[in-house]
């Protein structure tokens, strides 16, 4: 069955970095574009990052542009998310998703890990 879990969250100052990973099995990893959301507490869950499943395409919201790369690796069946210049507001548990097909649509996949939680704080 599909599997996601994620690792690499902890604690940050403000202007830090960070990398998350997620480590996928279950399913034919190279042929689906993954994405990473997050959720705040009190927030709804918002996404921040999605890559096609060749790696070529990337897209990000306006609010961690510029500051996050979401990258995979076939290989190894795992995507990443290296965050840098945190913020506060950055704050949140962080999960990835496996998308639908080669390319993530407007809503997300079925299929969740558990989740990372990232805190950015002095």
């Known amino acids: 069955q599909v599997q996601l879990v994620e690792s690499g969250g902890g604690l940050v100052q403000p202007g830090g970095s960070l990398r998350v990973s997620c480590a996928a099995s279950?399913?034919?990893?190279?042929?689906?574009?993954m994405s990473w959301y997050r959720q705040a507490p009190g927030k709804e869950r918002e996404l921040v990052a999605t890559i096609t499943n060749n790696g070529a395409i990337t897209n990000y919201p306006d609010s961690v542009k510029g500051r996050f790369t979401i990258s995979r690796d076939n290989a190894k069946t795992t995507v990443y998310l290296q965050m840098s210049s945190l913020k506060p507001e950055d704050t949140a548990v962080y999960y990835c998703n496996k998308c639908e097909r080669w390319i993530c649509g407007t809503r997300p996949g079925d299929y969740w890990g558990q989740g990372t939680q990232v805190t950015v704080s002095s």
């Open positions: 279950g399913f034919s990893f190279r042929n689906y574009a």
